[in-house]
């Protein structure tokens, strides 16, 4: 089944994880009214997860899931760029720690305090999709075995749980960024896991007790609602406290055939979010050739329009390897391997 207008909302949440990144001292983080937004925009990773889970299941619930071919598409589908994205870092960087280097080529760096935002720091997300995508078989069969309540209920203890863990580590065992402490709350896959699941329930709710129609507004509401937890809330939103409104609103977009999808399905909005892993995946060692080269040539620009720049080339670059290696290498490893 695909669900086209939930497919440019994937690069809604890249661009906006670009703009935290690298959008400091420009407008976006200037301009009083919209710098919490911008602040936040991280979250955008935690929409990413919930996403990861919500498709996952849209994609296999009509299937049984044969473990090979299974784990082969989705080696095809993440690893390559990923991969790509790494081997650029290291060309740029010079660097030549072997052991750094084997953490991040097995994806296991994010299991590591100390380690997930070394190199291509992007990739720590990653490490953590490696971790949902190997468990997800085993998922799979919890989901299908009973019933939506059932599910419902252990999805949602493990979520709240979750939750109260996330803020009592914080209160009391918390060191401040960086330390081992920062690294370990933020990052470790199994302290994410929750999202994924929040993910999986919402689709199952979407196949079985949703239905199609005008969600328009409702989605607008949902969008103020969480503008509103970002300007007004100090509570730790990183880790899957968002799913208040992330995922109702992954189903509602998915289930909508108001005006919004009419948008959302526009065939180059979706070719956008196709390309949003490459965006995601690729902007740091762009950032970093763009700034060598504007050095090099002493090219001067504001913040802002070094930003808006260097987003144009993010996104041409990321289209470029999106069909030159992505989608050639995801082809190849399916039909050869």
Known sequence: MMINQITFTRFLAAIS??????????????????????????????????????????AYHNKSINVIDYYKNRFA?????????LVLFLIISNTTTKRLIFYHVAGIQSWIPGFPLTLNMPGWSISVEFFFYSLFPFIFYFLKKYSVKTVSIAIITIWVVSQLFTNLFITHFYEGYPSKSHDFIFYFPIIHLNEFLIGNLFALLFLTKVKTKNYDILIIILLLIT???????????????????????????????????????????CYLGEVSYSIYILQYPVHVIIRRIFTYYQLSFSDTQHLFIFIIILLIFSIISYEMIEKKARKWIKNFL
């Open 227 to 269: 503008a509103m937890i970002f300007k007004f809330t100090s509570l730790q939103l990183h880790n899957g406290l968002m799913a208040v409104t992330f995922a109702p609103l992954i189903l509602l977009i998915s289930a909508n055939n108001g005006y919004i999808t009419k948008i959302f399905s526009n065939k180059v909005l």
């Open 77 to 85: 589908r993440i690893y390559p760029m990923y991969i790509f994205a």
């Open 17 to 58: 994880i670009v703009l935290f990144h690298f959008g400091h001292n420009t407008f976006f983080y200037e301009n009083n009214y919209i710098r919490f937004i911008t602040a936040n925009a991280n979250i955008g990773v935690s929409y990413f997860f919930i996403l990861s889970g919500f498709i996952m299941v849209i």
